[in-house]
Nanobody, 121 residues
């Protein structure tokens, strides 16, 4: 069974920082592309950042230079460091994985349950 467990959300003032973590199990993490998506109230889910198996990354333009995605393959964990947070960053942030299962199943996509990030004064 694949599980993606996000932690690190919360309430922060504008200009503050948060670090989200996503611990994965049930997938071959080192061979999986990992990503963070977010969904604000009344809006569609959108990609925030993605990191591929070799470490290359891409970001939504709205977070470029403020957010950093990185991974620790030894801990099966992907992180999203968020700096200079703005009220527009308020959303539910969800972890996404695309890769092979540890039980030998085919590659597929998997989602975490999401964690709330609220940026407000």
């Amino acid at each position: 069974q694949v599980q993606l467990m996000e932690t690190g959300g919360g309430l922060v003032h504008p200009g503050g920082s948060l670090r989200l973590s996503c611990a994965a199990s049930g997938i071959i993490f080192s061979r999986s592309a990992m990503a963070w998506y977010r969904q604000a109230p009344g809006k569609q889910s959108s990609l925030v950042a993605r990191i591929y198996t070799y470490g290359n990354t891409n970001y939504d333009d709205s977070v470029e230079g403020r957010f950093t995605i990185f991974r620790d393959n030894a801990k099966n964990t992907v992180y999203l460091q968020m700096n200079d947070l703005k009220p527009g960053d308020t959303a539910v942030y969800s972890c996404h994985a695309y890769g092979p299962r540890r039980n030998g199943g085919p590659s597929g996509e998997h989602w975490g349950q999401g964690t709330q990030v609220t940026v407000s004064s």
